[in-house]
């Protein structure tokens, strides 16, 4: 049984970082995507980023430069890291693990403004 633990989230000031780590447990494909998505109140659900095992990373449009992917294959662990935090970066994040027969959701993380 796979499972996806986020962490990171929390009260964060305009203009403050984030940083999300999120790890997975149980047995893998070597081969799989993992990555970031987030629903803002009142949204649809929408994807952050995506990396590959090898490493590749791609990004929502809307979201290039403002957040950066990466990952460590090792301890099966995601990051995402959000320097110059917006009000509009409030949502909640949640983790994606997917291989060739399977796709596996965290049970997410909340990011707040505080300002």
């Known amino acids: 049984q796979v499972q996806l633990v986020e962490s990171g989230g929390g009260l964060v000031q305009a203009g403050g970082s984030l940083r999300l780590s999120c790890a997975a447990s149980?047995?893998?494909?070597?081969?799989?995507?993992m990555g970031w998505y987030r629903q803002a109140p009142g949204e649809k659900r929408e994807l952050v980023a995506t990396i590959t095992s090898g490493g590749s990373t791609n990004y929502a449009e809307s979201e290039k430069g403002r957040f950066t992917i990466s990952r460590d294959n090792a301890k099966k662990s995601v990051y995402l890291q959000r320097n110059s935090l917006k009000p509009e970066d409030t949502a909640i994040y949640y983790c994606n693990l997917r291989t060739p027969v399977n796709n596996y959701w965290g049970q997410g993380t909340q990011v707040t403004d505080s300002s």
């Open positions: 149980g047995s893998i494909f070597s081969r799989n995507v």
